[in-house]
């Protein structure tokens, strides 16, 4: 919202802005379940209604073409940062700052104390047998 406008109503750009950000948090939650490639296709395609039904956008003649190249570039963005923020969380992730007393605790007792690692596709591997009879995970190879 627009603080220094003497009018207690919001601009059109920080209304749509609103409008546009409450959306992309609700497909962020519906879009949970998606495979990656997938997800944020959808959720920048989930941004077009509020687009289509704002009054200053659709009366546009090139809307149509602009709002798809919106929509690709937007799905490449968030997946673009999405995995910097994974990849980075992986090599020095800790959750514990946005954990709560009884979810910290848990977490501290499985990664640092029994040093559980975080699992993610590249950590995850079948042991071999070698490596089962001598009672050793993938992990320790």
């Not at 704002?54 to 799905?75: D, M, N, R, Y």
């Not at 640092?112 to 995850?124: D, I």
Request: with cysteine; charged share 20%; proline share 4%.
């Amino acid at each position: 919202m627009n603080h220094l406008s003497n009018s207690s109503k919001p601009a059109p750009v920080d209304e749509l802005s609103e409008l546009l950000w409450s959306q992309l948090l609700k497909s962020f939650d519906m879009t949970a379940g998606l495979d990656a490639g997938e997800r944020f296709v959808a959720i920048a395609k989930s941004l077009r209604t509020v687009l289509l039904d704002h009054s200053h956008f659709k009366t546009a003649a090139e809307f149509v073409t602009q709002l798809e190249s919106f929509t690709e570039a937007l799905g490449h963005s968030l997946s673009n940062v999405w995995c910097s923020h994974r990849d980075a969380y992986l090599v020095h992730g800790d959750a514990t700052p946005v954990l709560g007393k009884a979810s910290k605790a848990i977490y501290t007792f499985l990664r640092r104390t029994l040093k559980v690692p975080f699992l993610a596709t590249r950590n995850l591997m079948t042991p071999i047998s070698d490596q089962l009879e001598n009672s050793r995970g993938a992990h320790d190879i």
